[in-house]
């Protein structure tokens, strides 16, 4: 068989395939025939890589859902603590709040004692036959001369103290209204303005009184503008115009 052509070598290796492994070995180098072992061991080295691959990417997965998890429970567990801190916070404002409601109650009350018992001392100067009018019997008498409504019972009746004597310089008879708070403000002043014109349908000769331990300069204007006597501690602030008083 002549070989001539590479047709005829290929027609050749066709026909007798028995030929191609001698063929290979007589004209490939040790370092091409290796190659196929090398490819072999590349694709194992391949399938591991990509195995690990895998693994890693498995774990990074697990990792996040992991962190996602944690994060959201840290979350969780701030949105709880940051709730469980507010509603401290709510819960020792309102004991705050009821501890400054009761001292303030327990100052008014004691401040109220106070006068009841030496407003007839602190007026002696200006006004003699001092005394503390009963409020029930009191009230109870003017709405038997002339019926007050719910809202004027309700405004005489928080009145702190009555008090009735004569004026030293005059002789009429008076009766003194009074407020009484640890800070006297206008709104001290306003309400016992409108009390004692309440009174007047009753009695012409009604006094307003503040009394109180301080005064804001507001309620003291208030006061001095409006004609209320101001009692600060046992001192009458204004007591100048009352003893002039005709």
């Not at 190659?35 to 996040?64: I, Y």
């Not at 001095?224 to 005709?246: D, F, K, P, Y």
């Amino acid at each position: 068989m002549a070989l001539e052509t590479v047709e005829d070598i290929i027609r050749a290796l066709q026909e007798h395939p028995e030929w191609r492994e001698p063929l290979l070995d007589a004209l490939l180098s040790d370092q091409y025939r290796q190659l196929p072992s090398r490819t072999d061991r590349l694709e194992e080295a391949l399938a591991r890589l990509a195995e690990e691959s895998a693994k890693t990417d498995q774990a990074l997965r697990e990792l996040s859902v992991s962190l996602q998890r944690s994060r959201e429970e840290n979350d969780r567990a701030f949105k709880e603590m940051r709730e469980n801190t507010q509603l401290m916070k709510e819960e020792t404002d309102r004991v705050i709040d009821r501890l400054q409601r009761d001292t303030a109650e327990l100052k008014g009350y004691h401040l109220e004692e106070y006068y009841r018992h030496h407003a007839t001392a602190i007026l002696g100067r200006y006004f003699r036959s001092l005394k503390v009018v009963d409020k029930g019997d009191y009230l109870q008498k003017l709405h038997e001369q002339s019926p007050m409504t719910d809202e004027e019972w309700r405004q005489l009746v928080s009145a702190d103290l009555f008090l009735r004597g004569r004026h030293q310089p005059s002789g009429a008879e008076y009766l003194t209204v009074w407020e009484i708070s640890w800070k006297i403000d206008r709104s001290d002043v306003q309400r016992a303005i409108q009390r004692a014109e309440l009174l007047r349908r009753w009695e012409a000769n009604t006094l307003p009184v503040v009394a109180g331990k301080n005064i804001t300069q507001g309620a003291r204007r208030m006061a001095q503008q409006s004609g209320v006597l101001v009692v600060q501690e046992t001192t009458v602030i204004n007591g100048t115009s009352l003893a002039a008083r005709g």
